[in-house]
Structure formats: C-alpha cells, structure tokens
C-alpha cells in the first residue's frame, strides 16, 4: 500500500541554520510527491511539489527532489528564519488509488532568534 | 481568487449529537476532499467527492457522511458524536479527478469538540 514516513520532530534550530526534514513513501505505482506547511492557526498551504523522478520542486528557499532509486524527498533550506517555523507534511499521491493523498505524521519546526 | 472557506470556524457538541461542517471549494475546482486531523495523529483521510458523487473514503465508520452539492460545495456529517472525533476537520479542493498530479488546496478547518 501507500504510506509516508517522515522524521519525527519537533525540530528547533537557530536562524540561519540549514535544515532537512526527512521524508520516504511507499507507492505502489508512480506517485507525486508534494510538501504542505501549516502556520499556527492556519490551514495547510502547498509549499512544493515533485510530478516525477530527478524532479526538484522549489519555493520560498525551500528544495525538495524525487528520488525514486531511495524513495525518499528530503526537504531542505539552506537557511531558516523565525517565520519558517511551523508543521510541516509530506504526502503523496497516486494514480492507482485515484487522488486520494497521503500524509505523513508532520513535523513541527521551531526556528529561534 | 477566493480560496477554500470552511463554516464554521469552531464548533462544540456534546457526545451523542450530529455534527454538520460546511466547506466551499475554489471556484472552478470540482473535487472536495475531507480529511481528520486528531491531535498526534497527521492527517486522515475521509472522504472524496467529485461532480456529486462520493468517489473513495478513508477508514471511518458509516457514521462519518457527507455529501457534494450542485455547487460543487460540500457537508460533512458526523451522527453520534464520541469524544475521540475532537479534531480539527481539514476540507481540500482540487480542478478536477482526472490526473493524480492535481494539486489540493486546503481551507482553515473547523475545530470540533466534543464533551
């Protein structure tokens, strides 16, 4: 079946610091892969998404690349701010069980001055 | 461009009770997806509707029902409410169910509680 793995938090870090937050799936077809952060209060917002394998989503700093030879799609900032913190989820999506996403856990960011 | 609204923003019942949520999609989008966000648990999924029709739900007793309108906007019912369906109820719109690849936009959600 379908299912999200990703680390478990929270995560604090200092401003400036580089971030990764892990995330592997299992498919059982070709899946798309995308990362939802939801601000406090909020709902959840697209951040980045990734269609196919090699494929590099990007927004806001942020980095995600599809790796089909690990399946995983690692979230990565080369430099975090204090409005970075949040809960972030990754999730998937798969043409074998029509738009039905998945998610994972989420994992709760703290970025401090 | 309006997106995803929910009603209402919170709502409190007590066990027993049915509960009616409430979401409106982007216009244009013809997909409403439903999912539970219980405290420690991520996101669930619960139901899909498309033009209408429920197309797949998640792991939830019959209890949990909805239904899509004309409109395209959307209800989600809740009959004999237990205290483990406190939970903030996330709704999601999509363009429509052609492709896997289409993007869910998400509304704030209700919060419900139920004592």
């Known amino acids: 079946g379908n299912s999200v793995t990703q680390m478990e938090g929270p995560v604090t870090l200092s401003e400036e610091a580089f971030l990764t937050i892990n995330c592997t799936y299992t498919a059982t077809g070709y899946p798309s892969l995308f990362w939802y952060v939801q601000y406090p209060g909020e709902g959840l917002q697209l951040l980045l998404k990734?269609?196919?394998?090699?494929d590099k989503g990007s927004n806001k700093g942020f980095e995600a690349t599809y790796r089909k030879e690990t399946t995983s799609f690692h979230l990565e900032k080369g430099s975090v701010q204090v409005s970075d913190s949040a809960v972030y989820f990754c999730a998937l999506s798969d043409v074998n069980t029509g738009n039905q996403f998945y998610f994972g856990t989420g994992t709760s960011l703290t970025v401090i001055p | 461009e309006a997106g995803v609204t929910q009603s209402p923003t919170h709502l409190i019942k007590t066990r027993g009770q049915q509960a009616t949520l409430r979401c409106s999609p982007i216009?244009?989008?013809?997909?409403v997806y439903w999912y539970q966000q219980a405290l420690g648990l991520g996101l669930q999924f619960l139901l899909w509707y498309d033009e209408g029709e429920e197309r797949n739900r998640g792991n939830f007793p019959p209890r949990f029902s909805g239904r899509q309108f004309p409109n395209y906007s959307s209800e989600l019912n809740v009959n004999a409410l237990e205290l483990e369906d406190s939970a903030l109820y996330l709704c999601a719109s999509s363009l429509d169910s052609g492709g896997h690849e289409d993007t869910q936009y998400f509304g704030p959600g209700t919060r419900l509680t139920v004592l």
């Open positions: 216009s244009g989008h013809t997909s």
């Open positions: 990734a269609t196919k394998a090699d």
